[in-house]
Each structure stands twice: as C-alpha cells, then as structure tokens.
C-alpha cells in the first residue's frame, strides 16, 4: 500500500513540470495584417482564373485578370519562361491561347487547398489536383505556387508543376542559369 502511495505522489509530482511546459511552449505565430492581405490576394487571384475558366472566358478574361493582379513588371520564374516580351504580357498571351469549352480532366474544378503561408512579402499556396496518368488512372498531383507581393500586386511567381498538367508554351525560351 505504502508503495502504491509513493508511486502516485511520484507521478503528480510530474504534473506542475508538465504543465508549466506546456504553458511556456510559443503559440503558434499569427499572421500579421499585411500577411493576411497578401494571402488573400493569391487566392483572389487563383478565384479569377478558376472563374474564366469554368466560364469559357479565359482568353477575354485575361487581360482583365492581368491588370487587376499581376504588377507590370511581373516576373516569372518557371523553366521555360517567355521569351517575347514581359512576363505580365505573356501570362496574357497564354491565358488568351486556352481553348473556350470544356477542360481538361482534372482542370475542370478548382485545385484543393492544401496550404496557404504568409510570410512578409511572400505567400505559398499548395494546391492538389485529381488527374489522369499516362496510363489514364486518375491520381492526385501537387502544385507547389510562391509570389514576392509588392504595391498590392503579384511582383514575382515561383512555381512547380507536374508533367501531367502542363508543359511550357509554346514561344518558351530556357530559363537562364
């Protein structure tokens, strides 16, 4: 019984050390106001382009689109970037070039949210979408997007994006190393 009593008090005498641990650990960081516009202006930005999208008004759209969120001396980032002139105008000339009507397997909804972070001037938004492999199966795929925001714009865009989603247009020029 005295044993039994002795082991009990041992372990309560855990407890104000465990829960003063838990009580110092940091709280997770809150984004700041600045952070939360920018985050937001990402997702405006992705809202637009799904919108044009499912309407068939992608190459109407476009320019709208371009004006409204990128700056005019957008950069872009991803191999094979355009090689005629400014980033801005190409994103425009290959938004105009996607064919009204139905999409593509897979492109045809817009991408799940897996996550969205702010930091500063940067945001990364990391979408999934379902879509068919080269044996047709279809499969999830990760879209990995950043953006440097500057003036209430997307100044510069980072991205990856899977062999099965897209390949680089067609006036692509390779990105200098």
């Given at each position: 019984?005295?044993?039994?009593k002795k082991?009990?008090?041992?372990?309560?005498?855990?407890?104000?050390?465990?829960?003063?641990?838990?009580?110092?650990?940091?709280?997770?960081?809150?984004?700041?106001?600045?952070?939360?516009?920018?985050?937001?202006?990402?997702?405006?930005?992705?809202?637009?382009?799904?919108?044009?999208?499912?309407?068939?008004?992608?190459?109407?759209?476009?320019?709208?689109?371009?004006?409204?969120?990128?700056?005019?001396?957008?950069?872009?980032?991803?191999?094979?970037?355009?090689?005629?002139?400014?980033?801005?105008?190409?994103?425009?000339?290959?938004?105009?070039a996607?064919?009204?009507?139905?999409?593509?397997?897979?492109?045809?909804q817009?991408?799940?949210?897996?996550?969205l972070?702010?930091?500063?001037?940067?945001?990364?938004?990391?979408?999934?979408?379902?879509?068919?492999?080269?044996?047709?199966?279809?499969?999830?795929?990760?879209?990995?997007?950043?953006?440097?925001?500057?003036?209430?714009?997307?100044?510069?865009?980072?991205?990856?994006?899977?062999?099965?989603?897209?390949?680089?247009?067609?006036?692509?020029?390779?990105?200098?190393?």
């Amino acid at each position: 019984m005295m044993v039994a009593k002795k082991r009990a008090g041992v372990r309560l005498a855990w407890l104000p050390l465990l829960a003063g641990m838990a009580l110092s650990a940091p709280a997770p960081a809150a984004n700041t106001p600045a952070e939360i516009v920018n985050e937001n202006l990402v997702v405006d930005f992705y809202r637009a382009l799904d919108a044009a999208n499912a309407a068939g008004t992608m190459a109407q759209q476009a320019r709208h689109i371009a004006e409204r969120y990128l700056s005019p001396d957008y950069i872009q980032h991803r191999e094979g970037g355009s090689a005629i002139g400014t980033a801005r105008e190409a994103f425009i000339r290959n938004a105009k070039a996607v064919p009204a009507g139905p999409l593509p397997p897979g492109m045809n909804q817009p991408a799940r949210r897996v996550a969205l972070m702010a930091d500063g001037d940067r945001v990364i938004l990391v979408t999934s979408r379902d879509v068919p492999d080269a044996s047709g199966r279809i499969r999830p795929v990760f879209l990995f997007n950043m953006f440097r925001i500057a003036g209430g714009k997307l100044a510069e865009h980072w991205d990856a994006i899977p062999a099965q989603i897209g390949s680089p247009p067609p006036d692509a020029r390779p990105m200098p190393r």
